[in-house]
């Protein structure tokens, strides 16, 4: 018989909480939609425990919310969360864009450019919006690494989950096809403006969202 206070394995918890972020970032589990210990626990065959431990890490990547009396609710990606969220981001990526351009100027080695352009090529082969979200993340990620930057590089990853999340949110903005495009031509431009293009991109990004 499972001991309920025992430590929950982390396999089962990262089984569970993967299987919830995926239906968060999908949109099947809709923002402020209420996230029970009980049901939980049947649906996955874990425990209380486990339940609780995957909640407290979707909490930790901001997918969800734990509020006292309220429970643990999706994430509400609000207008002032979008506008906080992609003015952090800016900072980060703005600098680390910033920085790659210093060092290799106008003409990006092929080493470097490498991950962003094999992230290109994945993303027009997604079959899916969830992992066009993935995929998307991934190409920003290669951009930010160019920096070189440890710790812009360690900043960025942070708010991997909020970034898939946003991407979500512009859905109904693109197409894969139309998202591809936007950044075939981003890869471009950050070699030959810099750090220009890449805050053009994003608040580009941000009025879709605010503006609606």
């Not at 209380?48 to 995957?54: E, G, L, P, Q, S």
């Not at 693109?174 to 950044?183: G, I, N, Q, R």
Request: glycine share 4%.
């Amino acid at each position: 018989m499972r001991n309920a206070d025992a430590a929950p394995n982390a396999t089962a918890v990262e089984r569970v909480a993967g299987a919830l972020r995926d239906e968060i970032l999908s949109g099947r589990l809709a923002a402020g939609s209420p996230l029970r210990e009980e049901p939980a626990a049947a649906r996955f065959g874990v425990s209380r425990h486990t339940v609780r431990a995957a909640f407290q890490r979707l909490a930790a990547d901001r997918l969800a919310v734990a509020a006292p009396y309220r429970g643990v609710r999706v994430a509400a990606f609000d207008r002032d969360a979008i506008t906080a969220m992609q003015q952090y981001r800016s900072a980060l990526e703005v600098e680390a864009v910033r920085l790659a351009h210093l060092r290799y100027g106008t003409g990006w080695p092929a080493e470097v450019l490498a991950p962003a352009l094999d992230a290109l090529d994945r993303l027009a082969a997604s079959e899916d919006w969830l992992e066009a979200e993935r995929v998307h993340l991934e190409l920003h990620r290669a951009l930010v690494a160019a920096s070189e930057s440890p710790r812009i590089i360690e900043a960025h990853a942070a708010i991997g989950s909020e970034m898939l999340l946003f991407v979500l949110h512009i859905r109904p903005h693109y197409t894969v096809e139309s998202l591809v495009a936007e950044h075939r031509e981003l890869v471009e431009q950050v070699q030959a403006r810099g750090p220009d293009a890449i805050r053009e991109h994003l608040a580009h990004s941000l009025a879709l969202l605010v503006d609606d």
